[in-house]
């Protein structure tokens, strides 16, 4: 996917064939299968699944992907799932997109789930800050704003955690990276 345009090859790269328009991210699981984040007519964006490597697409969950052409939330794959922040907060799929499950109840959310170093600890990048959840998605920290100096939070901004050094990194397009210490 490049500016909403998504091409796909079906011989290993040699030639690509346009799949179509407002197409704002997506992930392939092989053979054919991908689920993308598709923008909507009216505004908002869906989740779209293919098993026939782009020639067709159905939608696959009842969740609307958080952001917009701007803001692509991207899925994160963490121990055999694939993640996802949308509008309600985060959904996981462990078949390949066919199913989601909410995992998280958040608004807000823009990026993540980003894991930690412990078992149910993640982290979101939302519209007032990065929140933490050490409970699974049970409960969220109070936003934590952004390093002084970075500025607003907007269109792709990314969010990782370092375990070894118990510290977030930060950073958006032709940005600085940032480190937010976490103290824990």
């Known amino acids: 996917e490049q500016g909403g345009l998504m091409i796909a090859s079906d011989d290993g790269g040699a030639t690509f064939r346009e799949v179509?328009?407002?197409?704002i991210g997506g992930w392939v699981f092989g053979s054919g299968t991908a689920v993308v984040s598709r923008e909507l007519a009216g505004g908002g964006a869906e989740l779209q699944r293919t098993v026939d490597g782009g020639r067709t697409f159905?939608?696959?969950?009842?969740?609307?992907?958080a952001g917009s052409m701007s803001f692509r939330?991207?899925?994160?794959?963490?121990?055999?799932k694939l993640y996802w922040a949308t509008r309600e907060g985060v959904i996981a799929s462990a078949d390949e997109g066919a199913t989601w499950e909410r995992v998280a109840s958040i608004e807000g959310a823009l990026?993540?789930?980003?894991?930690?170093?412990?078992?149910?600890?993640?982290?979101?990048?939302?519209?007032?800050?990065?929140?933490?959840?050490r409970d699974?998605?049970?409960?969220?920290?109070?936003?934590?704003?952004?390093?002084e100096g970075f500025?607003?939070?907007?269109?792709?901004t990314w969010l990782e955690f370092a375990p070894g050094r118990d510290a977030l990194y930060l950073m958006k397009?032709?940005?600085?990276?940032?480190?937010?210490?976490l103290g824990d």
Do not use: I, N
């Open 20 to 23: 179509g328009k407002g197409f």
């Open 58 to 65: 159905a939608r696959c969950a009842d969740f609307s992907v």
């Open 73 to 80: 939330p991207l899925p994160k794959w963490y121990d055999g």
């Open 111 to 133: 990026y993540g789930p980003v894991f930690g170093a412990r078992e149910g600890r993640f982290f979101l990048l939302t519209e007032r800050g990065v929140v933490e959840t």
């Open 136 to 147: 699974g998605g049970a409960t969220f920290s109070e936003p934590v704003a952004p390093p």
């Open 151 to 156: 500025g607003s939070v907007e269109g792709l």
């Open 173 to 181: 397009m032709a940005g600085e990276l940032y480190r937010m210490e």
